[in-house]
Every structure is written in C-alpha cells, then in structure tokens.
C-alpha cells in the first residue's frame, strides 16, 4: 500500500540533485518564470493575484529549477492576527506565493481597489498539486493532523492519483523535543511536495524554520486538509461553496469552529475603516 513509504535512500538521491529529468520536469522550461507574477498587498500582507492553474504552474517553476517555495494560503484569521504580530507579517512576507484562500481576503483585494482573479483554496490547490505530482512522479510528505489521518489521506490521494509517490508521513502531535528527529525524518525523504497541517500559524511557521534544509521543494500549510481528504471530516457542501459560504457549511459539521468565526466581524470592520474610511495602521507595521 505504501510501497513509495519504503523508497531507498539510493533511489531518493536519483531523483535529488541531477537535471530537469530527474526530478520528473522534462519538457518543462526550468528558466525564466512563464507568467509575471501579480503580486498585491492587502493590510500588509502579500496576495499573488494568480489562478489554481497558474499557482501550480508557478510551484512546478520553482520545484523544477531546484528551488525551495514557500507557498501561504492567507485566510481572514491569520490576516488579522498578523496585524498584531509583526513577526507573522514578516514570515507571510517571505513566503514565495500567496494565494486569497477565504473569501474574506478575496472581498479584502476587491475593497482596497487590487482585486484578485478569486479564490484559491489550500485544499483545490493541494488536489491540484498531488495530480501534478502523481503525472510528474514527484515524491510528496504528509505532515501533520492527528496519528492515523495522513496514513489514510496518503492512501486516499495515492487511489485517487494513481502512481503518486508518497515518500512520507507523519502525524502532527510531536513535542518541541522530537521536532529535530521529524524535521529529519522530512529532510531524509527529500520530497518535492511537503503538505503541513499542523494548524495555522504553527504549520506556516515550522516550513518558514525548516525549509532552508530542503531543496527544489513547494511546502505549504494545509490546515485541515488532511482531515478531509482522508475522509475523517466533510468539507462544506458545495452548494456552499459555490456561494462563498464555505465557512458556513464549515460550521455546521464542524460547530466547536464557532469561536473562530468571530475574527470575521472584527476582520470586515478592519478592512472597511482602512480602505473605505482611510483609517487606522496596523500595529504590526506601516502600509
Ligand atoms: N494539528 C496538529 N497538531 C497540533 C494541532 C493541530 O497536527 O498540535 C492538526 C489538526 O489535527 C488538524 C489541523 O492541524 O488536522 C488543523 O486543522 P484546522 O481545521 O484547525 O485548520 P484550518 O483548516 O482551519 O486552517
């Protein structure tokens, strides 16, 4: 079942430094990047104005000419809590691409005149990639969610994408003590894709620590994607999701999210006094 679990450490470093080739890129140009980035900013933070198809064509760029891509799916709770924590700004600002995941970050660019073409979730563009990955032969890691989850979110993607390399997996309940042995087990795999779900900003700060040690990768933080693709939790129905309600329906299977769902007022309320009103700095920093 996980036969690419037990992939050789001799059959890993073929398929590491070497040419486009090897590392499953052929007939893709691993020179100058094919779309000029769109890059905007909204309260501080970057957004890449791109759609699913040119996000994983941008990551493929990047993982094919051997370089490391830390890839942020920006909802409304981590812009908000951003503008209070200035590191998590300055980490959202490093990362290499940046999708509008949420609605409220998609009506956020709409508001402050820099519309986006829409919303790019972090599962679509997780689907999108392990398809990428299963046609190109790209080895993938799984980190993150509760013991169990991404075993089964790897047996999962591997039927739902025959050939798809999974050269790891591991849960995300370890301590700071074993993030040394983890990070090593990551590094030991050398995958091209590595999906994080640790919860959010823990997943985007573990890559934002750790991805210096890896090489021609695209890492980015899935949240609770492991969870439903493995099957353990629903996603919206997509009579909600086609009307931008996602995180409704997210709440009606999920109902503990309640809580969270209050960043949204406060959220709206921000953007409306920045962009309408012309009010108010983030505390976080000056844009
Ligand atoms: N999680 C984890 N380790 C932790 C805390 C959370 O692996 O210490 C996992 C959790 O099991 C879940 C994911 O991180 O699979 C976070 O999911 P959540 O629904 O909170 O993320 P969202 O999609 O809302 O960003």
């Known amino acids: ?49 791109l759609t699913l198809e040119q996000f994983v064509d941008q990551i493929a760029l990047r993982v094919c000419g051997g370089k490391r891509c830390f890839v942020v799916t920006l909802n409304p709770e981590l812009l908000y809590r951003a503008q209070r924590d200035r590191d998590l700004l300055d980490m959202i600002n490093r990362a290499d691409l940046v999708t509008a995941d949420g609605v409220g970050v998609v009506w956020a660019c709409r508001v402050s005149g820099r519309p986006v073409p829409g919303r790019v979730t972090g599962i ?4 999108a990639l392990l398809d990428h990955a299963a046609r190109r032969g790209w080895r993938v890691f799984f980190l993150g969610s509760a013991p169990g989850v991404a075993e089964a979110a790897a047996e999962k993607a591997s039927r739902m994408f025959p050939g798809l390399r999974v050269v790891g997996v591991h849960h995300g309940y370890f301590s700071d003590r074993d993030d040394h042995e983890v990070a090593g087990r990551v590094v030991n795999a050398s995958p091209q894709l590595l999906f994080v779900a640790l919860g959010s900003p823990r997943q985007e700060r573990w890559i934002d620590r750790h991805l210096h040690l890896l090489d021609g990768v695209a890492a980015m933080g899935v949240g609770g994607s492991l969870d439903v693709l493995s099957g353990n939790v629903r996603r919206a129905p997509e009579w909600f999701c086609r009307r931008n309600l996602e995180w409704l329906g997210r709440l009606l299977y999920q109902p503990g999210r309640w809580r969270r769902m209050l960043v949204l007022p406060r959220f709206a309320l921000l953007v409306l006094t920045r962009y309408r009103l012309g009010l108010g700095k983030s505390r976080a920093g000056d844009f």
């Open 1 to 49: 079942m996980f036969g690419e679990l037990q992939t050789s450490r001799r059959d890993r470093a073929k398929g590491r430094p070497g040419g486009p080739g090897a590392r499953g890129c052929a007939g893709r140009p691993a020179g100058p990047e094919r779309f000029e980035k769109v890059r905007l900013s909204v309260l501080g933070a970057p957004v890449d104005g």
């Open 124 to 127: 679509d563009l997780m689907t």
